[in-house]
């Protein structure tokens, strides 16, 4: 069965801080890699993907992807708090490509 | 655009009641998805769509039906409702199979 695991946290960091959220894999076959922002009571917001190794970056957000370590990552650079909400790790393999979702990181920031 | 819809927003059912939950997207996209969210367990997928005409099973599937009547809905039927059913529904979209998610904003059903 393939698994996604996220620490549950909550993960707090000050205001300004860089936060890091980690998210490894069990499928070494993965080859699509996604983020979610979920705000409470809200719906999940993707935030940004990844399909090759390295780092992509998109504003304050930094998506790292190691294949071989089999682990992916989310940094948020200057967090403010309206950045806390509960993150979303989503990996996807190939065969049906249908993406399985680990079960979220909540994330504080605090002022 | 207004991304995907779902309708209704919230619902009370009593046990044995059916109702259908119906989702559209108007992305132009290929592939929708249906998934029930529990505290503590995460997003779990019950059916999918990859395509326009087919359908298939999920994670959780048992207790639901759907339909993808065009390339635009995917509706979700509760035959006969559970207290077990009682959760948060979200419908999503995508380009393709693999493709970024974008998700409707959800509906709450509680169960009776």
């Known amino acids: 069965q393939k698994e996604v695991e996220q620490n549950s946290g909550p993960l707090s960091v000050p205001e300004g801080a860089i936060a890091s959220l980690n998210c490894t894999y069990s499928?070494?076959?993965?080859?699509?890699f996604f983020w979610y922002r979920q705000y409470s009571g809200k719906s999940p917001e993707l935030i940004m993907s990844?399909?090759?190794?390295g780092d992509k970056e998109d504003g304050r957000f930094t998506a790292q992807l190691n294949k071989a370590s089999q682990y992916v990552s989310l940094l948020i650079r200057d967090s403010q708090p309206s950045d806390s909400a509960t993150y979303l790790c989503?990996?996807?393999?190939?065969?049906?490509?249908?993406?399985?979702f680990g079960r979220g990181t909540s994330l504080i920031v605090h002022p | 655009n207004a991304g995907v819809t779902q309708t209704p927003k919230f619902q009370v059912l009593k046990t044995g009641q059916s109702m259908t939950l119906q989702c559209a997207q108007d992305?132009?996209?290929?592939?929708m998805y249906w998934y029930r969210q529990d505290p503590g367990m995460g997003l779990r997928l019950i059916y999918y769509?990859?395509?326009?005409?087919?359908?298939d099973k999920g994670e959780v599937p048992n207790g639901y039906n759907v339909s993808r009547l065009n390339k635009r809905e995917f509706s979700l039927r509760l035959e006969s409702a559970a207290p077990s059913q009682t959760s948060v529904y979200f419908c999503?979209?995508?380009?393709?199979?693999?493709?970024?998610?974008?998700f409707g904003p959800g509906t709450r059903l509680t169960v009776t």
């Open positions: 992305m132009n996209h290929n592939s």
């Open positions: 989503a990996v996807s393999s190939g065969g049906s490509y249908i993406p399985t």
């Open positions: 990844i399909y090759s190794n």
């Open positions: 769509s990859a395509s326009e005409g087919t359908t």
């Open positions: 999503a979209s995508s380009e393709g199979q693999g493709r970024e998610q974008y």
């Open positions: 499928d070494r076959g993965s080859q699509s």
